[in-house]
């Protein structure tokens, strides 16, 4: 049973920075990509990063490039989001989420990850 644990959000104002993590278990966690979704009031859940599991790819939408960044620390089961320069609108709920597949490349859709996190939440004050 895989299992992801998210940690990290919290209030900040405007220009502040988070370091969301995501603790996983259950599996040989090196060999699958892992993403990040959020999902902000009466919105659909949307992408936000993702790496792959040879880390050396890493994803992002376009409304956070140059401000997050999405690493990997294969030896403690973990997933980061350094996300840097927040805005308002960055506000909503973080998901966490691992591939389905070994082996296979980091998506940006829901449906190539099979397991997620229970969500934390980051808000951001102006």
């Known amino acids: 049973q895989v299992q992801l644990v998210e940690s990290g959000g919290g209030l900040v104002q405007a220009g502040g920075s988070l370091r969301l993590s995501c603790a996983a278990s259950g599996r040989t966690f090196s060999r699958y990509a892992m993403g990040w979704f959020r999902q902000a009031p009466g919105k659909e859940r949307e992408f936000v990063s993702a790496?792959?599991?040879?880390?050396?790819?890493?994803y992002y939408v376009d409304s956070v490039k140059g401000r997050f960044t999405i690493s990997r620390d294969n030896a403690k089961n973990t997933v980061y989001l350094q996300m840097n320069d927040l805005k308002p609108e960055d506000t909503a709920v973080y998901y966490c989420a691992a591939g389905g597949s070994s082996y296979s490349a980091a998506g940006q859709t829901e449906g190539q990850y099979a397991y997620w996190g229970q969500g934390t939440q980051v808000t951001v004050s102006a």
């Open positions: 790496i792959d599991w040879t880390v050396t790819r890493t």
